[in-house]
């Protein structure tokens, strides 16, 4: 009987080489088949086949070849057994059994399933976080919406909906709450007291309320506000509705108020708004001037910092009028070279670095910065320092849709090894963040780039100055990454204000 | 189904593209030229990866992929890669090998090598993977990278898209040896470029597949085994764990990459007849 | 809220829900996607409808007249009697939402030029085609006059129809005769061995049917359709027992008239050699079910899904004669030997309207046998109806699935929750040759596509004034 040539071609079907190979081989066995190749259409498999003598095959690439010789029966034979075999469906559909009920997709479906849910906490992309946020109010649920870039007037949109609805929205922009001991979102293990805090800037809040539970008090309620709230056009929504709502809260006898500058007229009706209060409040509005607002009255106190507003609202709780002065860091002038004079700061929270802009101001060092506060300004190119720079790395020119580093600090580890490395760097100044939603372990990356900075730079390495926000009932442990980055030389500050101080002084 | 790391190269939040084929466990995407592969996260990275847990591929292939603000979807699929991290390899092993390492040194490579060489041996017998023809072309790219460079283009020709299987067994050793030549360095440098010049000409003749490894390859980026197998081989650390992840890659391809770095390794002289002399 | 157990639900990232839980948290996170397809315009469109009570006060409505509709199969007569509009006309329906001749699908083509040989317009189907593309015939949707077609879908004015009413509002439904597997109208098939069969059943079969139907006094459907689902149809793509109910019905009736023994033993042997024939009343009884349904301002209930061999499309209580188009999705099919999706048309027909009623896909889990046509286990098939209880208004409680524990199928789409959730209703479905005539060539399951349900919720909005930038 003669022998004849035969392929088939199946454009761009994929099969791994295993099975490739064991179909190859299985065609081979076939009694009447002399040669079998399954292969994909590559130019050198093609040559291969002609070489083998199992002819010329027009196939691409991307197309698997099935080519076999020998007598008529058998080639028919063949194509068939390969046909069935490469066309079996993948037997990973499992045969009967219960199927595990499918995840729910909507809030809608959450809360027929479950009646008793009462918050929604929001972290999808900004452009759809509205909408999730008014679903759950229509449903009757409170909300946090950690989300940024949602469009203005869907912020309103939300707010005034809730009012309606006597609901608490917290956000957009929301990054830390905590709701009846529960950590929402980017928050520390604090314990339960007697202090609320309301808060439109999420690192902020989680100073204060960790300073508040090391200085031996705790926390009723963090409510989060969104970095928007205090614009003029929102008009404080959120925040009038939270001091009210601690306000006529039995858990709460001191009440803080934190915000970034906020729009003028705003600030005004909130300050009336917390003066009108049987509650002592006190404020923190970054950067503001106190005496804009009337300055300090029994009711309601100004604080500068936001080490200073949880030490005067601790010292409130306890019925003292005024925090005990905190003994300052004790730190030693370190000898720097010639043309080591730079302040280079890589922060992980935004408020951190905005306060040390302030800080440092206040100690007469102008610097660069990509969020600079009055009298600072953006530095010529964000990839490259000159001149002191403080720099927050959470902003979007930095993440560009990667996660921010509190989530992932490898990128801010390596920017901190670029200054460190820098030899106009005199002083490196850095944040620590912990608590929930923050990276497991936030140092290991740090001292390596300390380290390395140290081995590669010829000449006195700069002085690192850090604090680290968090507590000791953190995942993370506070005294234990404390303790670490000591162990490397680095001087940790009691808190964000007082490492600004120390590094801003430091600096020749 | 949950994203648990992406690639160094995973491009950034928003791209379009399409589903270009699907597996068992695995998926690529076509986006940007690029080929994203999503896959179980049992599976170690590469540069253009993101890993999931706890997913069942149902996307069919030229289905259209999206991804916007950090959400990537396709088929029935929806992954949110905002808050993943983003796997990078480490830097090279240091101190690196030098153009002349010291006697004691280029005896410990040798003898690395024929630690994995053994190894790779029994993995292959024991599964019945081995592909005849093979060494046969990867001795003449040898022979053509040490002493006639002008016949690198022929030798990598011969090999681009050669055996079965969705990346053919001929460019996953063309990247295992890309993989050495591009981690160890100075000495390494002109046989790396010869090669990769020679791969970039060829890449088309095999798989979509195939050709985005061996492309990345040629700029230098590679997936973790076969970078943690190199650097095992370099500082002498965890070697045998490194060689058995590194042959555990997909059907065939470990094994032909692992060839491949070998193939790397006595291109660069490590090779036993030189620990006799 | 400060004395309440905080019980959470996660949308977006899954750590957050992960360390709630760590801290001693109740929490429920999300499988979530981008709504509405991933527009953010339409997904708080589709917000500011969740629980608005105007909308779940109209789908109240809505859903009450479907389920307490009785369709009844009363009548066979011609087209042209029961539509009036077609009486005297050169009008032709066909399935799914309008379409121009030029647009048309193979398929459909080939079922139009057979139609018009039919009623005697033109000679051959080569003429008959020239004349559809001359403009001297019109072309309307079944659906817009009350009535329903598989595949094709072609009702000219001399086909018979079954009259189906709705005992509850009196209102009819009409669909064709089925005409059984191979070359058949429906398909596309035109040549003179199909029409000799057509030209059958509008004379003998009809001629003997009509009196034996009417004999009848009004066949109830429902519970024979609820039947049939505890026999191992879906009543979509399987009807094998659906058909021997009705012909157990049927039969006594039309041997009371005494029709002639040949007539006879060429009806029966007709009726009893298709497994589809009851699919046409199956359709006919779902579509007088939610007609009553149509209609309702603001109502988010689906009231139509159909094809038409290039669009889907589908039709919203409470947005009037509104079609939502988009291109049909792929079927996930097994292709008889021979074929391959190559060969397939678009998914084709108006029989999606059993699924709008809570048939078909979403009773799936009555019918283990129907799954195999997509190579899934019977746990598949209990899990697809199960899925469709998360985007219906209700559930029927005259179709209760064995497999469910006797549970009542899902029914009243509420295009709210597609859009919200993804979930895309299932079909199952034929699947037709693309040239004209070949046939069936596969068998298997699609989903109406989501961009259809997203439009429908923009419009909704619209409609309460809440689409737009600010609401």
Same mark, same amino acid.
């Given at each position: ?508 | ?152 283009? !022929?030798? /990598?020709?011969? +090999? %681009? ?11 996953? &050793?063309? =990247? *295992? ?50 970078? !943690?197998? /190199?650097?095992? +081989? %370099? ?11 590194? &042959?555990? =890659? *997909? ?27 | ?471």
């Amino acid at each position: 009987m003669s022998s004849i040539r035969e392929h088939r071609i199946y454009p761009n079907r994929y099969q791994d080489s295993v099975a490739l190979m064991a179909l190859s081989a299985a065609l081979a066995e076939l009694p009447g088949i002399q040669a079998a190749s399954v292969v994909m259409g590559t130019g050198t498999n093609l040559d291969n086949l002609r070489e083998a003598g199992l002819g010329e095959v027009d196939a691409g690439p991307g197309d698997l070849v099935v080519a076999v010789m020998g007598d008529e029966p058998a080639t028919v034979r063949a194509l068939e057994l390969a046909d069935e075999r490469l066309s079996e469906q993948p037997s990973s559909r499992g045969a009967g059994g219960e199927v595990a009920a499918p995840p729910l997709r909507s809030l809608r479906q959450a809360v027929e399933e479950n009646p008793a849910h009462n918050l929604a906490l929001i972290s999808v992309p900004g452009p759809y976080a509205a909408a999730e946020a008014l679903k759950a109010l229509r449903l009757g649920l409170n909300v946090m919406v950690f989300s940024d870039n949602v469009p203005l007037d869907q912020e309103i949109e939300i707010k005034r909906f809730a009012e309606e609805r006597d609901l608490l929205v917290m956000g957009p922009d929301c990054g830390t709450a905590i709701v009846n001991g529960l950590p929402l979102g980017f928050a520390n293990v604090v314990r339960r007291g007697r202090i609320g805090v309301v808060g439109a800037s999420g690192t902020g809040m989680q100073e204060i309320t960790s300073r508040i539970h090391q200085l031996g008090e705790g926390v009723s309620q963090a409510l989060g506000t969104g970095g928007h709230d205090l614009s003029a056009e929102v008009g404080a929504i959120s925040m009038l509705r939270g001091l009210r709502a601690l306000a006529a809260d039995d858990g709460t006898d001191v009440i803080v108020l934190l915000s970034k500058p906020p729009a003028e007229t705003v600030a005004k009706a909130v300050v009336e708004e917390a003066r009108a209060l049987d509650v002592p409040v006190v404020i923190c509005f970054l950067g503001a001037d106190p005496a804009a607002f009337g300055g300090d009255t029994p009711g309601v106190r100004f604080a500068a910092t936001l080490a200073g507003a949880a030490d005067a609202a601790v010292a409130l709780v306890r019925g003292a009028d005024r925090p005990a002065e905190s003994p300052a860091e004790a730190y030693e002038q370190v000898c720097f070279a010639p043309g080591q004079r730079d302040l280079r700061g890589v922060f992980s929270g935004g408020t951190f670095c905005y306060e040390a802009q302030l800080l440092a101001r206040a100690e007469g060092i102008r610097a660069a910065s990509n969020t600079p506060v009055a009298g600072n300004t953006m530095p010529a190119d964000v990839a490259v320092s000159t001149g002191h720079t403080l720099l927050d790395l959470g902003d979007d020119v930095f993440t560009r849709g990667r996660p921010h580093p509190m989530i992932d600090p490898a990128p801010r580890d390596e920017r901190l090894l670029a200054e460190a490395v820098d030899p106009a760097t005199a002083v490196v100044l850095f944040d620590v963040v912990l608590g929930y939603g923050a990276a497991d372990d936030p140092v290991s990356g740090l001292l390596e780039a300390i380290e390395q900075a140290r081995a590669v730079r010829e000449g006195p390495a700069p002085a690192f100055v850090a604090h680290v926000c968090g507590t000791d009932d953190d995942p993370q442990d506070r005294s234990a990454v404390v303790a670490r980055l000591r162990e490397a030389g680095v001087l940790v500050a009691e808190n964000n204000a007082q490492a600004a101080v120390i590094a801003a002084r430091m600096t020749p | 189904m949950v994203a648990v790391s992406q690639g160094y190269l995973v491009p950034g939040p928003g791209f379009a593209g399409t589903v270009h084929s699907v597996f068992a466990t695995a998926c690529n995407l076509v986006v940007d030229g690029l080929l994203l592969t999503v896959h179980d996260a049992a599976a170690p990275h590469t540069p253009t990866s993101v890993r999931v847990t706890g997913w069942r591929p149902e996307a069919r292939a030229g289905e259209p992929v999206r991804c916007s603000a950090g959400i990537l979807s396709f088929g029935p699929h929806v992954l949110d890669l905002r808050a993943v991290p983003v796997w990078t390899p480490p830097p090279p092993p240091t101190p690196p090998l030098s153009l002349s390492p010291t006697p004691v040194r280029a005896r410990s490579v040798i003898t690395g090598a024929e630690q994995v060489a053994e190894l790779r041996e029994r993995h292959v017998l024991a599964r019945g993977i081995g592909v005849p023809g093979l060494d046969v072309r990867a001795e003449r790219l040898l022979e053509a990278l040490t002493d006639r460079p002008y016949e690198v283009p !022929g030798a /990598v020709a011969r +090999l %681009v898209g050669f055996g079965p299987g969705l990346t053919p067994s001929g460019d996953d &050793l063309l =990247v *295992g040896t890309l993989a050495v030549l591009s981690r160890i360095g100075r000495p390494a440098a002109r046989a790396f470029h010869t090669l990769a010049d020679g791969v970039r000409v060829h890449a088309h003749r095999t798989t979509d597949v195939g050709a985005h490894y061996l492309r990345l390859a040629a700029e230098g980026h590679f997936s973790e085994p076969i970078i !943690g197998l /190199v650097d095992a +081989l %370099v500082s002498g650390a965890g070697l045998p764990a490194r060689t058995k992840a590194a &042959l555990r =890659v *997909g059907a065939s391809s470990g094994a032909d990459g692992v060839a491949g770095v070998l193939l790397g390794l006595r291109v660069l002289g490590f090779s036993p007849d030189r620990k006799a002399a | 809220m400060w004395s309440e157990h905080l019980d959470v639900v996660n949308v977006g990232l899954a750590g957050f829900g992960d360390d709630l839980r760590a801290a001693g948290g109740s929490v429920t996170t999300l499988d979530w996607r981008p709504p509405a397809g991933g527009d953010p315009d339409a997904a708080l469109a589709l917000a500011r409808l969740v629980g608005h009570p105007e909308v779940e006060r109209a789908n109240q409505v809505a859903f009450e007249r479907y389920l307490s509709a009785q369709p009844v199969l009363t009548d066979v007569v011609p087209a042209k009697e029961a539509i009036t509009e077609m009486a005297g006309e050169r009008l032709i329906l066909h399935s799914g939402p309008p379409i121009a001749w030029e647009r048309m699908a193979g398929p459909v083509r080939g079922a139009i030029a057979g139609a018009i040989v039919f009623e005697g317009w033109a000679q051959t189907p080569g003429q008959a085609a020239e004349l559809a593309a001359s403009g001297a015939i019109s072309f309307a949707p079944a659906h817009h006059y009350g009535a329903v077609g598989p595949m094709a879908g072609v009702i000219s004015p001399s086909m018979p129809v079954w009259v189906v009413r709705d005992a509850t509002s009196g209102r009819l439904a009409y669909s064709n005769f089925n005409e059984g597997l191979g070359k058949v109208l429906r398909f596309g098939a035109n040549g003179p061995d199909v029409l000799d069969r057509l030209r059958w059943i509008g004379g003998e079969l009809a001629g003997a049917l009509r009196p034996a139907v009417r004999r009848l006094e009004g066949l109830e459907l429902k519970p024979l359709i609820g039947q049939a689902l505890h026999m191992g149809d879906e009543v979509h793509n399987r009807n094998a027992a659906a058909t021997g109910l009705l012909l157990k019905r049927l039969l006594p009736a039309l041997i009371a008239t005494e029709p002639d023994n040949a007539v006879l033993r060429r009806a029966a042997e007709f009726i009893t050699g298709n497994d589809h024939f009851f699919l046409n009343v199956s359709m006919a009884a779902c579509k007088a079910m939610l007609d009553a349904a149509a209609g309702v301002p603001h109502s988010s209930m689906v009231t139509a899904m159909a094809r038409n061999g290039v669009n889907f499309g589908i039709r919203v209580s409470g947005t009037g004669d509104r079609w939502f188009q988009a291109p049909a999705n792929p079927v996930d099919g097994l292709f008889f030997p021979g074929y391959s999706v190559d060969d397939a048309a678009p998914d084709l027909g108006d029989s999606a309207i059993t699924e709008t009623a809570g048939l078909g896909g979403f009773a799936m889990a009555a019918s283990p046998a129907i799954v195999k046509f997509v190579g899934g286990t019977p746990a598949d098939a209990t899990a697809h109806s199960r899925r469709m209880r998360e985007i219906t208004i209700g559930t029927n409680p005259v179709f209760t699935l064995p497999a469910l524990d006797f549970g009542a199928s899902a029914a009243g789409i509420d295009v709210r929750a597609v859009a919200d959730t993804g979930l895309q209703p299932v079909i199952n479905t034929g699947i037709a040759h693309k040239e004209a005539g070949v046939g069936q060539i596969g068998a298997g399951v699609t989903t109406a596509p989501l961009p259809c349900f997203t439009q429908a919720v923009v419009a909704l909005a619209d409609g309460l004034g809440l689409a737009g930038a600010a609401a």
